[in-house]
Each structure stands twice: as structure tokens, then as C-alpha cells.
């Protein structure tokens, strides 16, 4: 069983850093993309940063020279650094692991949510 369990969201004043962790069981991990989404209030759910398991990172505009994704395949984890954040970025930020079987098919687990809220 695929467990995703993220940790340190929370309170922060705008232009200052948060560090998103996300740890995971149940094997995979090292042959896995993962993801960060986030939903805010009234939004869709929108994926901010992916790395695929070879490394390969991507960003959407808005925070590109600001957040960092990484991971740890020997801890099973995938971070997420958030420098300079803006109230914009306020919103629950949700890991996503995606495995894709040898046909092809794709797999997707979440995490459950951890809040970020940034005060200006």
C-alpha cells in the first residue's frame, strides 16, 4: 500500500521560505514521478512542480526561480522549497506520486494536504 504523508506547511509572513517534505511507503518511490499541486480557496487544484524519477525537474511560471522540488530516493522523499512567498501561493499543497506500469498504464496516489498560508 502507497502511503504519502507531507509535513511542514503553515504560517508565514510574505518574502519569507517554507520547506514542503513529503514521505512515502510502500515501495516505488524510486521509479516514480512525483508532483506538488495545491488548491486554494475557490481554485482548481493546479500542479506547481514535478520531477521525474531520472531527476527532470519542472515549475509553472509563477514560482519558477522561487520554489525548488527535489527528492531523496534513499529516504523516499520529495521536498519542496519555498522561497519569497507571496499570499498568491496561499493554499493546501498536496505531494502526488505517479507510477507507470509497463503498458503504460498510470497510477496516482496523494498525500493529504498540508496548509500553507502567507501573510502580507
Known amino acids: 500500500q502507497v502511503r504519502l504523508v507531507e509535513s511542514g506547511g503553515g504560517l508565514v509572513q510574505a518574502g519569507g521560505p517554507l520547506r514542503l517534505s513529503c514521505a512515502t511507503s510502500g515501495g516505488f518511490f524510486s521509479i516514480s514521478d512525483m508532483n506538488w499541486y495545491r488548491q486554494a480557496p475557490g481554485k482548481q487544484r493546479e500542479l506547481v512542480a514535478g520531477?521525474?524519477?531520472?531527476?527532470?525537474?519542472n515549475y509553472i511560471d509563477s514560482v519558477k526561480g522561487r520554489f525548488t522540488i527535489s527528492r531523496d530516493n534513499a529516504k523516499n522523499t520529495v521536498y519542496l522549497q519555498m522561497n519569497s512567498l507571496k499570499p498568491e501561493d496561499t493554499a493546501v499543497y498536496y505531494c502526488?506520486?505517479?507510477?507507470?506500469?509497463?503498458?503504460?498504464?498510470?497510477?496516482?496516489?496523494w498525500g493529504q494536504g498540508t496548509q500553507v498560508t502567507v501573510s502580507s
Open positions: 520531477i521525474t524519477r531520472d531527476g527532470s525537474t
Open positions: 502526488n506520486l505517479v507510477l507507470t506500469g509497463g503498458t503504460g498504464r498510470r497510477s496516482d496516489y
